[in-house]
Every structure is written in structure tokens, then in C-alpha cells.
């Protein structure tokens, strides 16, 4: 391989789109599509690029339009995006760490308590290990409550629940029935094994891996363990309030169901807004205010290291922290008992800038070549950039012109922001020399 070639963050990018490319032909073949012909290139790349990049939207129907080969090859596509994020993502942490002297790293070890820096095969068994596992578990969930309660045959019954599960792991958001989860509104059985499979993909490794050495110890999990649950504890009940304050009384939504039921979906939408992508209410139909809170749930996405997208909840409170400590007037951001570098705080400034700039950019360009209205279009953008995969309804309507952009959206949301914090890891480097000190005027 060129050395050019041989860095972290060109391998992450480089590998995906090979990936693409390859479900890209595989779609076009004849067999993959249930009616006659050949999938079009721009559906078959959109298609591969939303299954690589784990996201979920669609231009066709994935129940009707694919055949049972397709939907086999747009399983294996998701469930090697997702598991490539995952173990790419873990892997290419530990390597930033391999990369520090052993002094530093030693220290940064005593401080974080992050991965170990063993064998790199441990870590992938781990990381195979915990995805085999829950995805059998809410395979077999879904195949026998679709089989006795919903009368599937066994064949179909233990397909579609394979096929669910591996989407809710992945983060995929991909189903293989054309209203999505609507179906299953008032199903609880079904709808929180698909919310806990979202959770615990999204969550991200080093979380799963502190809690598995030390689930009974939370003062020896990493600061990045505790900033992330902590993250998670408080933005999902948040977007579940809010949809039930917006959403209690709209009959095109949750208006419709009974109180359990309001709470159960109001709780769906929370979850999948993070990056999940499954939809059992109609979103289109939903207040400008829930439209409001989920651009925000999805931006922020779900853990770093994990399948989940966005520009990761990590990020999002360290942010907070900067602003917390600038407003207080202290010189460091802390959070349980641990300072937060300035080079981690940098990368996290860096990252929201990034993508609050690509979002705007993506937005007026599809406005550009559409014409759709401005909350349909943020929503999209957002969705693809941040890999969850919730639509207005839109993506359907969408000219060539416009798939293309959602689709390089998802491509750069799903690699991008691995790449750019590897880089900027990777890059970091002490000068022997500072300028002098002044200060320009802000705000």
C-alpha cells in the first residue's frame, strides 16, 4: 500500500467507499431487485451508501422494492459498516494512544482508565462478541412474538427478526416492512428490544467495556464513560417529554394511541432520533416544535466508538463543560473530579464547527436543487449527516442531483468525524517555541 495511503485517517474513508462500491454492483445485478430489470446506479449507490454508512434513508421502499437477495446484501452491508465503525473506531483510538510516549501514555492511562493497549485481536473478539450476542437476543425476541402473536411463518418470522435486529445494533434503521415500525405502535414487545439493540450499538465500545470490567464499580470507569451515560441519561428523557408535550394531542401522531401507547412512542422517537432511524408514527406529520428538538437529538447523535452518529454526546458535554467553566470564569473544564485537556476541548470545538458548517452548506445546496421547504430540507440534511435516518418524507422526491448530495451527507457524517478526530489526535504536537500573548475583542 502507498504510503500516502497508509494512515489512519485515509484507511477509515478509503475502506468504507470500497464497501460502497461493491454493494453498489451487487444492487445493480438483476437478482437484487424484485421487479423486473436492474436497480438505476443512483438508487443502488444511495442504497449501499445508507447501508455502509448505517443510515437508513431510502428512495425506494426497501420491503418491496429489493428482492431476498437484496435485502440480504443491504444486511451485509449495514452489519459490516456497523461493525468496521465500531472496531475501526476503537482501534484507531487505541492507536492515538500507542502513539504517545510511554511516560504520557502512562499518565493518560492513570487518568482515563480507557482501553487497555493489549493484543488489537482481544479487542475485536470483544467487540464481535457483544455484537453476535444481542443481536441473537433480539432476534429470537422478534422472530417468536412475530411468529404467535402476528402469524408469520417461521421462516419469515425468524428473517425479519434477524433482519431488525442487526438494523437496531447497527443503528441502521433499515426494516423490511414498508410503514417501518408502525405496525407495531401499541407493541411493546417489539418496539423496546429494538430501542435497547439501538442503545447498546450506539452507546459505543469503550462504554460497554468499562461496564463489563466494572459494572459495580463507577468510580473506576473513564471519564469518558461517565460524560457519555451521563449524556445519554439526560437527552433521552428529555426528547421523549418533549415529543410527549408536542405530540400528546396530534391525531396524526401520537394523538392516535391510547396513554401507554403515547408513552411508549414518545420514548421510541427519543431513541431513534439519536441515530436510530426506525419510525413507528408518521414524522412528517409531526409539530414544527418535535421537528425543533429532534434536529438537536440528531445532531448530537449517540457514544463515540459505537454505530450510533452525530457528532457524538462525548463531544456534545464537552462543549458544555467549556461554556460552564467560561461562564464561571474558571480556567479549567471539569467533570468528575477530572480536568478536561485543552487539546480534547480544541478537537471538540473543532468537530461542532465542522459540522454545524457542512449541515448549512448541505442545507442551501439542497435547497438549491430542490425547492422543498426549509424545515423538510434541514430535517433531511441532518438525518444524513448524521446518519440517523428519520425522514420528512422527501428523500423519495428527491432529483438525481439531490440523492447525490444525501448521500456524499452520509458518507462524510459517517466517516468524517472519526476521520477528523483521529487526524487531530494524530497531528498533535508540542512547538518549541509560543508567540506572545494578546486578546482580540469577541462577542
Not at 254 to 262: E, K, N, Q, S
Request: proline share 4%; with cysteine; aromatic share 6%.
Amino acid at each position: 500500500m502507498p504510503k500516502s495511503l497508509n494512515h489512519p485517517a485515509r484507511l477509515v474513508p478509503i475502506a468504507f467507499l470500497c464497501v460502497i462500491i461493491l454493494g453498489t454492483g451487487l444492487l445493480m445485478l438483476p437478482i437484487a431487485r424484485a421487479g423486473a430489470g436492474s436497480a438505476p446506479f443512483m438508487i443502488a449507490l444511495f442504497t449501499a451508501t445508507s447501508a455502509v454508512c448505517v443510515t437508513g434513508l431510502a428512495v425506494q421502499d426497501t420491503a418491496t422494492y429489493w428482492s431476498s437477495f437484496g435485502h440480504a446484501v443491504i444486511l451485509a452491508l449495514f452489519q459490516i459498516g456497523g461493525f468496521g465503525i465500531m472496531s475501526g473506531a476503537t482501534l484507531l483510538g487505541l492507536l492515538v494512544t500507542r502513539r504517545l510516549r510511554l511516560s504520557t501514555r502512562l499518565v493518560a492511562q492513570a487518568e482515563t482508565r480507557g482501553l487497555a493497549l493489549g493484543d488489537v485481536v482481544d479487542v475485536l473478539k470483544m467487540v464481535l462478541a457483544v455484537t453476535l450476542v444481542v443481536q441473537a437476543a433480539i432476534a429470537v425476541i422478534l422472530a417468536l412474538r412475530l411468529h404467535y402473536t402476528y402469524g408469520e411463518a417461521w421462516a419469515d418470522a425468524a428473517w425479519n427478526g434477524v433482519f431488525q435486529s442487526v438494523s437496531a445494533f447497527n443503528n441502521a434503521g433499515l426494516a423490511t416492512y414498508s410503514d417501518g415500525m408502525a405496525g407495531f405502535a401499541r407493541d411493546p414487545v417489539v418496539l423496546v428490544p429494538i430501542m435497547l439493540g439501538v442503545i447498546l450499538g450506539g452507546i459505543g465500545m469503550p462504554v460497554l467495556h468499562d461496564l463489563r470490567q466494572g459494572w459495580r464499580r463507577p468510580s473506576r470507569w473513564s471519564l469518558h464513560t461517565k460524560i457519555t451515560l451521563m449524556g445519554t441519561a439526560a437527552l433521552l428523557p428529555a426528547g421523549m417529554l418533549a415529543t410527549l408535550v408536542y405530540e400528546w394531542g396530534n391525531p396524526a401522531t401520537l394523538g392516535a394511541l391510547d396513554p401507554a401507547a403515547r408513552m411508549l412512542n414518545a420514548a421510541f422517537h427519543s431513541v431513534m432520533a439519536r441515530s436510530g432511524g426506525f419510525n413507528a408514527v408518521d414524522v412528517g406529520q409531526m409539530r414544527t416544535e418535535t421537528l425543533s428538538v429532534t434536529y438537536g437529538l440528531m445532531l448530537i447523535g449517540g457514544g463515540s466508538a459505537g454505530t450510533a452518529g452525530g457528532i457524538k454526546v462525548g463531544t456534545f458535554v464537552v462543549i458544555l463543560l467549556i461554556i460552564w467553566a467560561e461562564i464561571r470564569g474558571e480556567p479549567d473544564s471539569v467533570a468528575f473530579g477530572r480536568r478536561v485537556s485543552s487539546e480534547v476541548q480544541r478537537q471538540a470545538v473543532t468537530i461542532v464547527l465542522l459540522a454545524v458548517a457542512m449541515v448549512g452548506t448541505g442545507t442551501l445546496l439542497l435547497l438549491t436543487v430542490t425547492g422543498l421547504p426549509l424545515q423538510d430540507v434541514l430535517f433531511e440534511t441532518i438525518s444524513a449527516f448524521a446518519t440517523v435516518g428519520l425522514s420528512t418524507g422527501i428523500t423519495p422526491q428527491l432529483p438525481p442531483s439531490g440523492q447525490a448530495l444525501v448521500a456524499l451527507l452520509m458518507f462524510i457524517g459517517r466517516v468524517g468525524t472519526i476521520t477528523v478526530a483521529t487526524g487531530l489526535a494524530l497531528r498533535g504536537r508540542q512547538n518549541a517555541y509560543r508567540y506572545p500573548e494578546e486578546r482580540p475583542i469577541v462577542g
